[in-house]
């Protein structure tokens, strides 16, 4: 599992590799007031994961980001600079809805909803269709409070990078070398032939391409971020809106 501040990642049993979780790499700032659908996911009050709104009352992150042991995860929306909450208005008690096919990031599947103890008055942001298809080297971008260096350390201010998606064969390659095979329904975008990505502390923000949320940050290499070296991988958000959809089917 992760730690708190340091290590935002889930550790896979029998592999180095690690979940991803942190910071916005060679990125910049967002404006106040911009990405409003941007979520703090927390626990006991730290940030450990992003996420973001798809409705009123329900955001969307990684189910890797579940903490499961001594955890009193809440959401925060509303704000880009952690460092100025008001606890009354802008943070939401949540109740976790886990993908129940996940294992860890390798086997897939990683995606959680958290329901929200209130609505939000934040933007959504709009999902794909079902089985929507991303070519490669579409522009994207990709948000959070993650790390900004390899065992770096969270920031307080909203930061966003531009990244382009990545084909899935091209994206297999560096990682056969590294010997890992990919999950199935998985995005890749950064981090590859590009000193830009995502980083511990960013797991489950969103990949967003044409205004249109199409990933949730889910792993890089071994928590390194001194890309370039292989892609970042995202959980492929199509694949999952029949699960998203169906209350009875979630969980």
């Known amino acids: ?21 942190g910071e916005i790499i060679k990125g910049n700032e ?16 730290k940030h450990i994961c992003g996420g973001f709104l798809i409705r009123k009352d329900i955001v969307l992150t990684a189910a890797h980001c579940d903490p499961k ?3 009193n995860v809440t959401v925060v929306l509303g704000t880009h600079d952690l460092s100025k909450v008001n606890e009354r208005t802008m943070r939401y008690n949540v109740k976790k809805c886990k993908h129940r096919d996940f294992k860890n990031t390798l086997n897939g599947n990683d995606i959680m909803m958290l329901k929200l103890s209130r609505p939000s008055t934040m933007t959504t942001i709009k999902l794909p269709k079902r089985n929507m298809k991303i070519k490669g080297n579409t522009p994207c971008v990709v948000a959070g ?4 260096r390899s065992n ?3 920031v307080d201010k909203l930061r966003e990078v531009n990244v382009a998606t990545i084909d899935r064969r091209t994206c297999q390659q560096p ?36 205004k249109t949320a199409v990933g949730i940050v889910s792993f890089n290499l071994n928590s390194d971020c001194t890309y370039p070296n292989v892609p970042n991988i995202y959980t492929e958000i199509s694949k999952f809106v029949a699960w998203i959809d169906y209350p009875k089917k979630r969980c």
């Open 145 to 148: 409070w993650g790390f900004t």
């Open 69 to 71: 042991k001594n955890s």
């Open 30 to 45: 967002v404006p106040p007031k911009s990405l409003q659908y941007m979520a703090s996911v927390q626990n006991n009050g």
């Open 1 to 21: 599992m992760y730690r708190l501040h340091k290590l935002l990642f889930l550790v896979l049993a029998c592999s180095v590799q690690k979940a991803l979780g």
């Open 152 to 154: 770096g350390a969270v």
């Open 175 to 210: 990682w056969t070398k590294v010997k890992k095979t990919l999950p199935a329904n998985i995005i890749c975008a950064g981090g590859y032939r590009t000193d830009k990505g995502a980083c511990q502390g960013d797991s489950g923000g969103p990949l967003v391409c044409n």
